[in-house]
């Protein structure tokens, strides 16, 4: 089944349509990336997933009900939306426990969580002298303790260093492969390229990319490929006869547009050249995201 379903939400504060017509859904199985530059809406989607704002027009749902119809919100989906909002004064241990005592679930729940979380040598520490990332674990935990299907991260690796990033990839990747949906949201390509299966791209508020990111790495591709070779001027005049497009790149290697890098080993063999390099060459996933989210930048920088 579904997990999350949003079918043309949208949300105006006063006159500002800040989510717009918003269709997609989060599956089962694996993680999807919620991208968006900064200020897209995408806190807004989120605080609409989880009836914390009320949609303007269009629906949401988790399982195929509403968040406020869920008997039990905790053990059908969490949410971490500001790893901040612990108090500082409680144990890791009591913030959990009271968490799960005031949602109805069970006690043993709270050392399954740490334990799974790595905090259990810290449950007995007050949360207040935490670190970020230990801060963000403990989020993560309180987010696990109704066992829920689904799972909602608002800009999880935000501030952490590489080593709490790293863990929090890991971890939502884990929870993924239990078949838990995961939804997590980055205003940073590069954060999604190693932790998501799926990308769901808005930038005002409206959608611009639904897709799996190997097809998003795919279309990443500019189409040309990087060619060298002992003695590019012949190699060059061969390529354009054959109806290639040849530019020079850096240290006189060949940038060819127009054939297929199958195509051009091909050619080489043919015309019995050596070939060095051959490689298709790739926009990087961040220069994806910033080719499709360019008009869609609330504020552009001024050079
Ligand atoms: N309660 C509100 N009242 C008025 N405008 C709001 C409100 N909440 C958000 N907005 C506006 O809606 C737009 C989208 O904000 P939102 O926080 O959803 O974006 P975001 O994609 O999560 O970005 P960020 O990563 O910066 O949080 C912004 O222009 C923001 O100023």
Same mark, same amino acid.
Do not use: C
């Given at each position: ?34 991208? $968006?530059?900064?200020?897209? #809406?995408? &806190? ?5 997933? /989880? %009836?914390? +704002?009320?949609?303007?027009? *269009? ?64 449950? $007995?520490?007050?949360?207040? #002298?935490? &670190? ?5 674990? /403990? %989020?993560? +935990?309180?987010?696990?303790? *109704? ?64 897709? $799996? ?12 490929? /990087? ?67 360019k008009d869609s930048v609330e504020y552009q920088g001024v050079v």
């Amino acid at each position: 089944m579904t997990a999350i379903e949003v079918q043309g939400l949208t949300k105006r504060y006063g006159p500002e349509t800040v989510v717009d017509d918003l269709s997609f859904t989060v599956e089962p199985g694996r993680v999807t990336g919620f991208l $968006g530059p900064n200020g897209a #809406g995408k &806190s807004t989607t989120i605080k609409m997933i /989880l %009836g914390l +704002a009320a949609p303007t027009r *269009g629906s949401v749902t988790i399982g195929g009900r509403r968040y406020d119809e869920l008997p039990a919100p905790m053990t059908e989906v969490g949410a971490l939306l500001d790893a901040g909002a612990v108090h500082g004064s409680r144990k890791a241990y009591d913030h959990l426990l009271a968490l799960a005592v005031s949602n109805g679930l069970p006690r043993h729940r709270v050392d399954e969580v740490l334990t799974r979380t790595g905090l259990e040598k810290v449950a $007995g520490k007050l949360a207040g #002298g935490f &670190s970020l990332g230990m801060r963000q674990r /403990l %989020g993560i +935990a309180g987010t696990l303790l *109704g066992d829920p299907r689904v799972l909602i991260f608002d800009e999880p690796v935000n501030g952490l260093d590489a080593e709490g990033i790293r863990w929090v990839r890991d971890f939502m990747r884990s929870l993924a492969r239990e078949g838990r949906a995961v939804l997590v949201s980055s205003h940073l390509m590069s954060e999604m390229a190693q932790t998501a299966d799926h990308l769901v791209v808005i930038g005002q508020g409206r959608l611009i990319a639904d897709t $799996g990111i190997s097809e998003f790495m795919r279309a990443g591709g500019d189409g040309t490929v /990087l060619v060298r070779t002992p003695d590019p001027g012949s190699f060059t005049r061969q390529l354009a006869a054959a109806g290639a497009t040849v530019r020079e790149g850096l240290e006189s290697a060949l940038v060819v547009s127009g054939m297929t890098s199958e195509e051009i080993g091909k050619l080489a063999a043919y015309q019995g050249v050596a070939l060095s390099e051959l490689t298709p060459q790739r926009a990087s996933l961040e220069e994806t995201f910033m080719e499709l989210t360019k008009d869609s930048v609330e504020y552009q920088g001024v050079v």
